[in-house]
């Protein structure tokens, strides 16, 4: 595969830049979960990558567009163990321009339940067949919880680490 930057005639791109790229392609290109990929600098502006293995191009090409997004989300007193996977409301339908949910502020914060699906009983041919046992109605899902969030890293003008910093907040 030859990726190739797409920008204008007069930009070049650096050797510090391309370098940078193809660092984080390859990372992306982990998550693939393949063995030897091979990604090589071919300035001044292309990156050439083996995928062994692999012959899906759109998966690939889909897999190295995506970017990661950084969200601040609001649990309220909830403490989720670490590697939890949550649902936000980031960039649904209800997000502004920069794919947050702009909410009143309120004096307890609490995450929203939704229902993701619900399920209909329906009578079935079975059901009024004399001896036939009777089909169960489905049960509906658990209420999705969906988890505000307050900021993206979009919002970050600058980051830094600090020596003594800790993850959890300071007691009040």
């Keep these: 595969m030859l990726l190739q930057a797409d920008l204008p005639a007069s930009t070049t791109v650096s050797s510090t830049d391309l370098s940078t790229e193809q660092q984080i392609l390859m990372s992306r290109a982990n998550a693939l979960g393949v ?29 190295l567009q995506e970017t990661g997004v950084l969200e601040f989300v609001d649990l309220g007193s909830t403490r ?3 590697g939890t996977v949550i649902q936000t409301d980031y ?25 993701a699906a619900t399920a209909t009983a329906t009578a079935s041919a079975a059901a009024t067949t004399p001896g036939a046992t009777p089909v169960a109605a489905a049960t509906p899902p658990p209420a999705a919880t969906i988890y505000h969030t307050v900021m993206a890293g ?13 993850l959890d907040p300071p007691a009040m």
């Design 35 to 63: 063995s030897e990929v091979v990604m090589q600098s071919a300035p001044p502006n292309r990156i050439i990558a083996q995928f062994p293995g692999l012959t899906n191009s759109d998966q690939v090409v889909q897999s």
């Design 80 to 82: 989720l163990a670490e």
């Design 154 to 166: 979009t919002s970050l003008a600058t980051v830094e680490v600090a020596a003594g910093s800790t």
């Design 91 to 115: 960039r649904s339908a209800a997000a502004g321009p920069t794919g947050i949910v702009t909410q009143t502020a309120t004096s307890v914060a609490s995450p929203t339940a939704t229902v």
